[in-house]
């Protein structure tokens, strides 16, 4: 988009839109579910932002106008997480106008994207926001149709890589909790972060996703993956299942009346039509080892592993993590859960030894808690929901922030992996 097609003379009050906009927008796919935050500094052009949003193609887009500005966006990211996209809205000079987007900057994520609307025609202004990594920049006035046509540009580009990012969870070997912390987590991205997730069960013969959510969906992964050819972003959008504001799922029929034996990419156009569709994807792998499981896995952007601390679990974990690590030479390792850590007198290899013949570092170690854990199942609760106070609360919440790369692992002495690794390390025998 060049600086002399930025500047439109359509409607900005709600008026009649012209047949020139009514092509343009028949052209648009619908933007994917991904959360906007606008800062306006006119009714001129707060009003067609919000028109934006009441548009069919943004129907799976979170939109929250705010008015104030650049500043009004600087106080609120101080304490708030930054959105999948900005829109700012600013009637300062060039040189000021960089000046805020710096002080801007110290707050937002690195992943979030910024479109501005100004009002100066220069294209020297507009190099510099581009060179600074501004995803557009817009010329007030503006209509609904440059807005959803701005996001539509930077979310739907069919030449772009799938904008989702994939997490697979599985575990090292069966009731080690993985499905449980995947729904936690998801729903601590979703939460925190206020991005749209979406959670996969793949286990569809005996998956707990529908029952952790309380959800009982008439469908769901099963009609996608035995009609590949019908999936796109509109089928997938059917049958997705609305836990939370910013939580979907794909539930598993969780039924034996069929079996379940799938080709190794069985699940590639669910997965890559999913990544399209929202910012983050949690992957319930069940702990199978099949053609189609293997696949997910390497494909994954990242894969993150549960184990116990016991010696089969340690000896599956070794082989995946080698497995891994073989299939995926330019990726990093996976990372490792500890679960169910301090179960009253059983013996347990302690963290550092668990972890040493795997050269990876525990990314958390979770404490054995089964009140929290039983009630939050029983009720179809997540454990923020049950206690959101509990120190296993907040290490849920620590690796939703590594996982989205707001943070590295620490090892804190304080509640969460410090005093549990040293409580578990005390336990060891």
């Given at each position: ?95 000021q106008l960089l000046e805020q987007l ?318 549990l690794l040293g409580k578990l390390s005390?336990?060891?025998?």
């Amino acid at each position: 988009m060049t600086m002399s097609n930025l500047a439109y003379d359509a409607p900005v009050d709600g008026g009649d839109t012209s047949q020139q906009d009514i092509a343009a927008m028949q052209a648009l796919r619908p933007v994917p579910r991904i959360s906007i935050q606008a800062f306006c500094e006119t009714e001129g052009v707060a009003s067609p932002v919000r028109l934006a949003g009441d548009d069919r193609r943004m129907a799976k887009a979170h939109l929250k106008v705010h008015m104030g500005g650049i500043a009004t966006a600087i106080e609120f990211y101080q304490s708030a997480p930054t959105p999948n996209l900005i829109l700012l809205e600013s009637r300062s000079e060039p040189k000021q106008l960089l000046e805020q987007l710096a002080q801007l900057s110290e707050y937002c994520d690195p992943s979030s994207k910024v479109v501005v609307i100004g009002h100066y025609n220069d294209v020297g202004l507009y190099r510099e926001l581009i060179r600074s990594g501004i995803s557009e920049y817009v010329i007030a006035p503006v209509s609904m149709t440059d807005i959803v046509s701005v996001v539509s540009s930077i979310f739907v580009d069919p030449e772009a890589e799938p904008i989702g990012r994939s997490i697979a969870f599985i575990g090292a070997k069966g009731g080690v909790g993985s499905s449980t912390i995947a729904h936690n987590v998801a729903w601590a991205m979703s939460s925190l972060f206020k991005s749209e997730v979406v959670v996969a069960d793949l286990d569809l013969a005996f998956g707990t996703a529908n029952i952790n959510f309380d959800q009982d969906p008439a469908q769901g992964i099963a009609e996608a993956v035995f009609s590949p050819e019908r999936v796109d972003e509109v089928y997938l959008d059917r049958l997705l299942a609305q836990c939370a504001e910013h939580l979907s799922l794909l539930a598993a029929p969780s039924t034996l009346e069929r079996v379940y034996d799938f080709d190794p990419d069985a699940f590639s156009q669910l997965i890559d039509t999913a990544q399209r569709s929202a910012p983050l994807l949690v992957l319930d792998v069940p702990h199978i080892w099949s053609g189609w499981s293997k696949s997910i896995l390497v494909k994954a952007d990242e894969v993150v592993i549960t184990a116990t601390p016991e010696l089969a679990n340690l000896r599956n974990t070794k082989n995946m993590v080698d497995m891994l690590k073989r299939l995926r030479p330019n990726d990093p390792p996976p990372r490792l859960v500890i679960n169910q850590a301090g179960v009253p007198k059983r013996p347990e290899i302690g963290p550092t030894d668990f972890s040493e013949p795997l050269g990876i570092t525990p990314m958390a170690v979770i404490q054995f808690e089964p009140l929290l854990f039983g009630n939050a199942a029983n009720n179809g609760r997540m454990l923020g929901e049950m206690d959101a106070k509990s120190p296993i609360v907040g290490i849920i919440d620590e690796i939703a922030h590594v996982l989205t790369g707001r943070s590295e692992i620490k090892i804190k002495k304080k509640a969460g992996l410090g005093s549990l690794l040293g409580k578990l390390s005390r336990n060891k025998k």
